[in-house]
Structures are given as structure tokens and as C-alpha cells.
């Protein structure tokens, strides 16, 4: 297949019709250094690595499929804004966005959607190991609904307590763990905002008491120091992709956050 090339490593040379380049899930972020390899996400699982386009039921869709280019925006409740910075949150929960967000694994359910579209294609195109790719997909899901529990109850210390990033990548982790992410420093992916952006992200600040924003290991945090300062916001550090260190797999990656952002947020932790 010489024009289907993955950074799957080799799990999905089968797919004629399902040509993916990962670089396609981040068009929009323009952040050269910031792709993602699925490999890396998902780790543990031994035949079940992603398949970026396999990935767009999220929410129990089961025969929803979304391209990459407009992911998840026929959800009403969960329409990403990147133009209008997401204010207006009283209470976080239950976002109003509108715009394609492609960090849709960043919720330990749609990551088990996404593993039972990847099993389901791979036992059809490899009838004879269906039985294996099924028992992966049982043994992913048990730990996925084990691990979302647990962070979701991890994740209750700072429910209440807002905060904001540096770029619109976060919702649907926020929407899986029902965390008060009430903004983001760039209005869209690597778009410096605007005086008036910032006004109102300022007044955002002041309105939820924010005491954090939070960057990414792959971005720069030098255009969100300035403001950071500003207000007296601490800078900590979430990542979206993974794949080093203590977050070398999907799991890991998602308690990653989920610990990053209780430290920082939970001041009696």
C-alpha cells in the first residue's frame, strides 16, 4: 500500500479504504512537533491499536463514524467554540462548543469506542483470529471502565475548582471526569489572542477564581507566561499524547493528567 502509510506502526495495512495520517487529527493546532502516534496512546493493547478513524463513536454512537474534519459536531452538548473562548461556564458542566476537536481518546470511554471499532474491523479483514481481537477487546474495556471509576473518583477533589490551557484540547477530558475547565489562553489552535480575547478571559479568571493554567510538554508556554503572571496563575502541565516517561501508555497517560491536575489544583492534597 504505498500511499497508506500510518504511524500505527504496521496494524492497519490492511485497511484500503481507511488511508489515515495522524498528522490529519491535529490540521488545525499547526503544532509541527505535536503528533500523535496511537502506538504510543495505546500500548497495552496487544492487537488493538487505534485507528484514528475508527476512533469517532464516542458517546455510545455505535454506528456513527465522524471524519477527523468534523468530529463530534453534531453533539449538541459538547460543541467546542474555539473562536469564543468557552466563557460563560457558571458551572462548568455540560459544555456548549461548537468546532472540530480531534483529542477525542482524551475520555477513557470514547477510547473503548474506539477499541471496539478497531476489533470489529480487524476480525473482518482476519475472520480466523476474530475470537483473539474479541478477547483483547473484553480484557481493554474491563480495564477502561476500572480506570475511569478510579479517576473519576480521584478526579472529585478538584471538582469545583476552575482552571484553563493554553489551547481548546481539553474538553471531552473535562466532560469524562466533570472537571471545571472554564477557558483557554488561544482563541483557536496557535492563534495568539487578541487584547480583547484577553480582557475577557481575564474576566473569566476573576469570575471562577482560577488559580491555574495549564500548557502542554509539546507547546511553548512563552506567549502564556505574561498573563500567567498577570493574575498570579500557576503554569503546570498537561499532555495530550503521551508516549514517554511515566505516561508511555494510554492508561498511563490518563492518570498522568488526572494526578497532574489534582496536585496542582487540590491545595490541601
Not at 463513536?57 to 460543541?79: A, V
Not at 469564543?84 to 455540560?94: F, I, N, P, R, S
Not at 475548582?161 to 472554564?182: E, K, P, R
Not at 476573576?206 to 500548557?215: G, L
Amino acid at each position: 500500500h504505498d500511499d497508506e502509510k500510518h504511524d500505527d506502526d504496521d496494524d492497519h495495512d490492511d485497511h484500503d479504504d481507511e488511508k489515515h495520517d495522524d498528522d490529519d487529527d491535529h490540521d488545525d493546532h499547526d503544532h509541527d512537533d505535536e503528533k500523535h502516534d496511537d502506538d504510543d496512546d495505546h500500548d497495552d493493547h496487544d492487537d488493538e491499536k487505534h485507528d484514528d478513524d475508527d476512533d469517532h463513536d464516542d458517546h455510545d454512537h455505535d454506528d456513527e463514524k465522524h471524519d477527523d474534519d468534523d468530529d463530534h459536531d453534531n453533539h449538541d452538548d459538547e460543541k467546542h467554540d474555539d473562536d469564543d473562548d468557552h466563557e460563560g461556564h457558571d458551572d462548568h458542566h455540560g459544555h456548549d462548543h461548537s468546532g472540530a476537536d480531534p483529542h477525542y481518546w482524551l475520555s477513557p470511554l470514547n477510547g473503548i469506542q474506539m477499541a471496539e471499532n478497531i476489533a470489529t474491523e480487524l476480525a473482518r479483514i482476519d475472520p480466523e483470529n476474530a475470537a483473539y481481537y474479541e478477547a483483547n477487546l473484553v480484557k481493554f474495556t474491563e480495564e477502561m471502565n476500572a480506570l475511569q471509576a478510579e479517576l473519576v473518583e480521584l478526579a472529585e477533589a478538584v471538582h469545583d475548582d476552575a482552571f484553563i490551557t493554553l489551547h481548546d484540547a481539553w474538553y471531552y477530558f473535562a466532560d469524562a471526569f466533570d472537571l471545571n475547565l472554564v477557558g483557554s489562553f488561544e482563541p483557536a489552535a496557535a492563534e495568539e489572542p487578541s487584547p480583547r480575547y484577553l480582557k475577557k478571559l481575564a474576566d473569566t479568571v476573576k469570575e471562577h477564581d482560577v488559580h491555574a493554567i495549564f500548557s502542554e510538554p509539546q507547546l511553548s508556554t512563552s506567549s502564556l507566561e505574561g498573563f500567567a503572571n498577570d493574575y498570579g496563575l500557576e503554569i503546570a502541565v498537561l499532555d495530550p499524547l503521551g508516549g514517554v516517561g511515566s505516561r508511555d501508555s494510554y492508561q498511563a497517560l490518563l492518570r498522568y493528567n488526572i494526578q497532574t491536575l489534582v496536585d496542582t489544583l487540590d491545595h490541601d492534597h
